[in-house]
């Protein structure tokens, strides 16, 4: 895919479209026009407050609004790559993550809201602005606050891994840090959908998949595996057609999370098997 049919992917699913020199902007919210979207803009680039920084993007806020902006050259902001979540090579980055958002918008899954996006003629940087989740707040910081019994915390994100797979949607990245809960936990969002792809595969393994990502080394301080292996395999029997399915979805999450650092292989099987490029039986 070049880079003009990324441009074009993203004003087809756009609202409205507009050059503010050296600005490109995308709406995608039908309730904010133009206007609206680039006074929200301008006070991001005077008065966000940083969330986190690294050396491609940072995420910042702005009142109620997060923006991921990422930094450098196109070849960062657009970087091509056949993880795609409509079958068509497409792009990781700002432009990625802000076409898959949008898709999973318009099927009203549990995900934060897309705004708009922008990119930078001049810099070659790009931006994307969400609904800030006000009233949630990131698993990762409810364990560490031990304010919720971590069991119940599991149940309502296995409830959310199961309403985006059954929307159709492998998430692709559910670590505990993507994931919001309202205080009384009955209601979640998913952000970051950079890698997200077109589910094509069983619930049961795509739920299996999804929980062997989701065992890494922010999950592990809280739970042993076993306990976590015990309720994850509980509910890929509850998902399971068969006893086929249940037990080739129970030896891949097994085999995904019985070491303590995931090969490359196994990562990359993940991706490939939910979106039925691969056989669960020619992981080994």
Not at 16 to 27: F, G, K, N
Not at 39 to 62: H, I, M, N, P, W
Not at 130 to 159: G, H, K, P, R
Not at 259 to 274: E, F, G, H, M, T
Request: glycine residues 4%; proline residues 2%; aromatic residues 10%.
């Amino acid at each position: 895919m070049s880079l003009s049919r990324g441009w074009k992917n993203l004003s087809v699913v756009s609202v409205a479209r507009e050059l503010r020199w050296p600005t490109v902007i995308w709406v995608f919210s039908a309730s904010r026009d133009v206007d609206s979207c680039w006074r929200l803009v301008k006070q991001a680039a005077v008065a966000g407050e940083v969330l986190k920084t690294d050396g491609v993007s940072s995420v910042y806020k702005v009142g109620n609004f997060a923006v991921k902006e990422t930094r450098g050259m196109t070849a960062l902001a657009f970087k091509h790559s056949l993880v795609r979540f409509d079958r068509v090579s497409g792009y990781l980055g700002v432009l990625g993550e802000a076409l898959n958002t949008v898709q999973v918008n318009q099927r009203h899954l549990p995900a934060h809201e897309l705004m708009c996006v922008t990119f930078n003629l001049l810099t070659l940087k790009s931006a994307a602005y969400y609904n800030f989740l006000n009233d949630y707040v990131c698993f990762e910081d409810i364990l560490s606050s031990q304010t919720t019994d971590l069991l119940s915390l599991l149940d309502a994100s296995f409830l959310l891994l199961e309403k985006m797979l059954v929307g159709g949607v492998y998430h692709g990245d559910v670590n505990i840090s993507n994931q919001f809960f309202t205080p009384d936990l009955l209601c979640s969002k998913l952000i970051d959908f950079e890698v997200s792809r077109e589910l094509d595969c069983s619930l049961a393994m795509g739920f299996a998949l999804q929980c062997s990502s989701m065992w890494d080394f922010r999950l592990k301080p809280y739970i042993e595996y076993t306990s976590y292996q015990s309720k994850v395999l509980g509910k890929i029997r509850s998902f399971s057609k068969d006893s086929a399915d249940y037990n080739d979805s129970a030896r891949l999450f097994n085999l995904m999370t019985a070491k303590s650092r995931v090969p490359r292989r196994l990562r990359d099987a993940r991706l490939l098997i939910a979106c039925g490029d691969m056989l669960a039986s020619d992981v080994r």
